[in-house]
Nanobody, 128 residues
């Protein structure tokens, strides 16, 4: 079993930055796919970014939704069992509840049903 806890959300102005964290507990992230999704008010949950690796020192592969490419960066700190989402040049349309998700194998990672574990979500609000 894996527990995921997101943090780092908040209110920021257009053009600002936030860094979201997703700390995993319960199992060591030795080989995983972890993703970030977001759900804007009244809309469906959407893929944001994914990172996958096999082994603590293996190269990490990342993939981003077109809407955030070049602005968001997903990364991981194996020592802290934490995955981050650095969000720069934020826009009002980035406003959403952001969720991290994990699964204990390598998957494509762009759809929610590929994941086994989910965090509780953290609110990001970008004011215009």
């Amino acid at each position: 079993q894996v527990q995921l806890v997101e943090s780092g959300g908040g209110l920021v102005q257009t053009g600002g930055s936030l860094r979201l964290s997703c700390e995993a507990s319960g199992r060591t992230l030795s080989s995983y796919t972890m993703g970030w999704f977001r759900q804007p008010p009244g809309k469906e949950r959407l893929f944001v970014a994914v990172i996958m690796w096999s082994g603590a020192w293996s190269p990490r592969r990342t993939y981003y939704a077109d809407s955030v490419k070049g602005r968001f960066t997903i990364s991981k700190d194996s020592a802290k069992n934490t995955v981050y989402l650095q969000m720069n040049s934020l826009k009002p349309e980035d406003t959403a509840v952001y969720y991290c998700a994990a699964v204990g194998r390598i998957v494509v990672g762009t759809t929610g049903d590929e994941y086994e574990y989910w965090g509780q979500g953290t609110q990001v609000t970008v004011s215009s």
